[in-house]
């Protein structure tokens, strides 16, 4: 019993990397069944890597991504299977690091509503306003590119093609100048506190 399985697996196993040695080729039906065959095997993946249910869809995704970006590095003399696993569970590690860092800045407080003061006190209105102007002093001591990125990007809401219109600067020099800027920004109002 133990034997027909192996030779099933082993015979489906052959069957996807021929799929993907003719979707290499060129032939793009072998490559949509690849892909619908695929989705099960990266689904068990995840899940033996502990990925919750409600995540699987979202590393199932990643994975199909990654096979498509680096399709041309399989050789087809090779286990598919193994080759999309190894991918599959680096997703699926992905995944669970983003979960536990999320996690990791939610709060889960059943009280925390309580604890927050109310919209309508003064005093919540006027500690808002002092975030404000601290948050407002610590932009203005930017160098200039990244208070631009800042400005435009997040306080004005611009895309990054208007922000590139309006400043003059490539997308690539605002998205790197708005992470060093909010590195910055984080720095210097965590360290005030």
């Known amino acids: ?29 072998a490559y949509a069944r690849l892909l619908k065959d695929s989705v099960a095997l990266i689904r068990a993946v995840a899940r033996r890597q502990g990925v919750a249910v409600d995540a699987l869809d979202d590393v199932v995704q990643e994975t199909l991504l990654t096979v498509h970006r680096v399709r041309h590095t399989f050789d087809p ?9 190894a991918i599959a569970a680096r997703r699926a590690i992905d995944v669970l690091r983003g979960q536990g860092r999320r996690d990791r800045r939610e709060v889960h407080d059943e009280h925390a509503y309580e604890m927050h003061a109310d919209r309508e006190d003064a005093s919540a209105d006027a500690e808002r306003a002092q975030q404000a102007l601290r948050l407002r002093k610590a932009i203005d001591t930017l160098p200039p590119g990244q208070r631009e990125a800042v400005e435009q990007l997040g306080l004005k809401e611009r895309s990054l093609a208007e922000a590139a219109v309006q400043t003059g600067r490539n997308t690539g020099a605002l998205k790197v100048n708005l992470h060093r800027a909010l590195k910055s920004l984080r720095d210097r109002l965590n360290g005030e506190s």
Request: aromatic share 8%.
């Open 77 to 85: 003399s090779r286990s598919y299977d193994a080759w999309l696993a």
């Open 1 to 29: 019993m133990q034997a027909e399985s192996n030779s099933a697996s082993e015979q489906a196993d052959r069957q996807r990397a021929a799929w993907m040695g003719a979707a290499q080729a060129g032939d793009q039906r």
